[in-house]
């Protein structure tokens, strides 16, 4: 790749965010230590846009700039469907999972699968939070954001590491989920400020001196088409791992029952698994909800978080693109170095396009959407560490102050065993998005399937819940070890959303024949606060005052946009 330089506007831009950002963080932080509800959830005070602007900034992190863009110019448009499904998860959050879930008024998951089901429920899921917080979510983020640091000024990967940690992590030690979310609300918009300033540069490089945006787009879809030239050579090369058939289009969110990450046939499973499991039971991401003033401000955030979602894959997945239209060489190497080269996207269009005195913004963005996800992680897992196993486990008569120091220091070890985990990340090789999104396939099944069943159905108990919830495990585990060991292994099982549904509904048949076998759960765990009741639950309340600033407006709307996406990229316009 050519030098990489930055200039003294480069300097400016870049030092006047992490200044703006330290400001916000401690404004926003100042006197949260003093209860663990400011703490833990900012005092359950945020307004809608922070909360929409958090639970996005949490979401994008270095996966999805580094990995995400990567993925496209491998795969194409089909890695939208990673965003634009999430249609599905918000609506089911904001109708349904938001009114039931403050009407709780839990502070945790965990602490509410405890009330549903059982201690033993709630221990598991607490343990399996913290270990996939910190293996998929921190480790992946740390490592992306230390290989961009490492490409563009050859620092070495643990130096880019340690030193994005530190960085990144302080505001979520400091003033807990308060100081998190309105950082996030400032870093959301230089990201993506940033990301389309990628776009837009990317596709006047393709158009030309002469040519404009438009025709760089036009010119990105063609040559995406793969119908001729290095192109076509390109698609036609590692055809038979892109797909079953004898031809594979890079313009179509729709994919056969092979492809690597987005097989369309397990995409329903995959949202009531994966979707409700990173949307609703993730603590990072569903803690800022929990925090929000009232129904409004929590619904409205996530109608917010869902108009980002529509015009994410503009930043994430056309780079990729453009990139392939620029540069198809990249698919023509050997398939195990193509994955690893296309992950060099973002910086690479970084170092070719963007003109000195812009790298700051760029590099502000990419640390923004680092920061962010590592914020929110800390904070969800020192949350989960205090409340659901110190408090609960150890010291239940423990002092506010207490609680909020154990956060503390908790949050502190999590980031140094992140940090030296995100450091081995390579050595596993393959693509980052790709090993983010096969761990979410791995981790969410059993819990997402014995959440929806348990808050669904009264007859569900403790005992379906656990037997489901070992069961599914060892399910995922055995597929793993059966494709690594059994060359003959058929290859539908291969993508990583295919395991996830064939997990999904083994767990929920486990799960259902369990608790019909054993004795009906206690009426204390089946109450209107732990189960739907149709008749009692206030959907419709609380959706705003006006036509223009009413959730159903801005919510229908976000539906239509995204079946106008779903058709257009169906296969079938390009």
Known sequence: MPSFSLDFWDYVVFAGFFVMLGMIGFWAGRGEQASSQDYFLAGRKLPWYVVGGSFIASNISSEHFIGMIGSAVVFGVCVSLMEWANVVTFSLLIWFFIPFLLATKVFTIPEFLEKRFSLSIRQMFAFVTVLSNVVAFLATVLYGGGLALQSLFGWSLWFSIITLGIVAGVWAIYGGLSSVAWTDLFTVVVMILGGVLVSVLGLQALAGAEGSIWDGFTLMLERNQGKEGQWAEAVNRHLTHLTNGDSYNRLSLYQGVTHPITPTISLIPLLLSVGVW?????????????????????????????????????????????????????????????????????????????????????????????????????????????????????????????????????????????????GFVGEIGGSLFEYAQSLYAFFAPPFAAVFLLGILWRRINSAGALSAICIGFASGILMKLYLHFDPSAPAWLSPYWNQAAINWLLCVAVCIGVSLATAPPRADQITDQLTFNWSRLNLFNNLGDHWYTSVVTWWGLFVVVMAALFITFSGVVF
Do not use: C
């Open 278 to 422: 990173y949307n609703v039971l993730n603590q990072f991401m569903i803690q800022r909800v929990l925090g929000a003033k009232d129904e409004y401000h929590a619904r409205m955030g996530i109608v917010l978080a869902g108009w980002v979602k529509v015009f994410f894959p503009l930043i994430s997945v056309l780079p990729g693109m453009v990139l392939f239209a620029l540069h198809p060489e990249i698919m023509l190497r050997p398939w195990d170095e193509v994955k690893p080269a296309a992950d060099q996207g973002y910086v690479s269009l970084i170092q070719t396009l963007i003109p000195a005195g812009l790298r700051g913004l760029l590099l502000a963005a990419l640390f923004g959407a680092i920061q962010s996800t590592i914020n929110s992680v800390l904070n969800s897992t020192s949350t989960i560490l205090t409340l659901d196993i110190y408090k609960r486990l150890l010291v239940p008569e423990a002092s506010d102050k207490q609680l909020v120091r154990v956060g503390v220091i908790s949050s502190i070890v999590v980031l140094a065993i992140a940090i030296t985990l995100g």
